[in-house]
């Protein structure tokens, strides 16, 4: 679902609280307090490692018309460097697990030379120019109309750890789907549909277009 203009009631703090924080709170806590916060991970040798988002303001690298099922489930399941798509997340764990985790093998966060975990803050009103949608409300509207969902599967009650951690439980992903005639000699379905929305809740994810300004971001470095 496309979010323009305003953020959603049910991710909006009571902003009727201003006037009372404003005497008796540090300005950076009352705005914390007031708004809703996504983060971001930069990780060693990425892009917003490299460069400064609370500098330049936070951009897709390749900005792009509109939001559009396929762009978002390839964003999503690429991690695509080019994408026209900027990837915010509800939850600063995961922010700090991309941070500290995804950068270039073999190199670890230091003091002298950190990861970043950006905060981005949201008034009631978007700035100008920035969208936000949430994903899985995006890929589900549009296939929910088939005779079968293309985000269904048909494997067992453990398929989806698969998806999320394809390290630790990959082999559920591959293990013969059960039929009434016992084990089939197929995998369980496993789309993109399915795939890039289990990987978005995981992620706790949200996808932003335009430009998010300066004045909304904060930088932390991080390190394990």
Known sequence: MLMSGRIPSSQRCNTGWRSRLAGSL?????????????????????????????????????????????????????????????????????????????????????????????????????????QLFDPVETIVSATARAAFGMYQHDGGPDYLLGIINSRRFGKTLLRPRITPSGPDITSPILTPELKSIVRSLRDAELIATGVIPVANIRRLAVTP
């Open 26 to 130: 540090p300005p950076n806590v009352i705005r914390k307090s007031i708004m809703p916060t996504y983060y971001k991970g930069a990780s060693i040798g990425t892009y917003w490692h490299t460069n400064d988002a609370s500098v330049t303001g936070l951009y897709a690298v390749r900005p792009g018309a509109g939001v559009f099922v396929g762009g978002a489930i390839s964003h999503i399941l690429t991690n695509s460097a080019v994408s026209p798509y900027i990837s915010l997340t509800k939850s600063y764990e995961i922010a700090l697990n991309y941070a500290l985790l995804t950068g270039v093998a073999g190199q670890i966060p230091t003091r002298g030379n950190p990861a970043f975990v950006y905060e981005v803050f949201f008034d009631a009103t978007l700035p100008p120019g920035v």
